[in-house]
């Protein structure tokens, strides 16, 4: 392959909206394991939040995907493939986008907890600014025995 050839590739890869009307592998092979892909993510959307148990399950799938892309994007960049290897490894590549695009928009639950542990650091430093402004009122109280 020609080194502007593999250019073009990766700029598919990096652009704006490539995953727009891409599908989602049916599936695909990590770690010499077949998944598959497209079942799991449609399956893991059918529900409105990723159930507790599942969790852990998911975050693996995300992790293992990333690194399968990064390591089909590295074989791209490095490899000693051919063009029709490189358009192979593109679809994949932004397959493997899209599934993590629908994965990671599966969050409310992981959005409302951030929220709640915002909330109470925002109070904890609410409450430690208002015990300096006050001259730490409750030590004073302490040492008189109240």
Do not use: C, H
């Not at 148990?53 to 791209?76: F, H, P, T």
């Amino acid at each position: 392959m020609q080194p502007y050839e593999r250019k073009q590739l990766l700029e598919r890869i990096g652009r704006e909206g490539a995953t727009v009307g891409a599908a989602i592998p049916e599936e695909i092979t990590v770690q010499d394991e077949p998944i598959d892909l497209r079942a799991f993510v449609f399956e893991i959307k059918r529900r409105e939040t990723i159930p507790q148990g599942q969790r852990e399950r998911v975050d693996q799938a995300k992790r293992n995907l990333r690194r399968e892309r990064l390591e089909r994007v590295e074989r791209i960049e490095e490899g000693d493939i051919d063009r029709a290897e490189g358009e192979r490894l593109v679809e994949t590549v932004i397959g493997i986008d899209r599934a993590l695009n629908a994965l990671e928009s599966l969050g409310p639950t992981d959005l409302e907890r951030e929220e709640r542990a915002q909330q109470t650091a925002d109070k904890k430093r609410w409450m430690r600014f208002l015990q300096q402004a006050l001259g730490n009122e409750d030590d004073a109280a302490a040492r008189r025995g109240r």
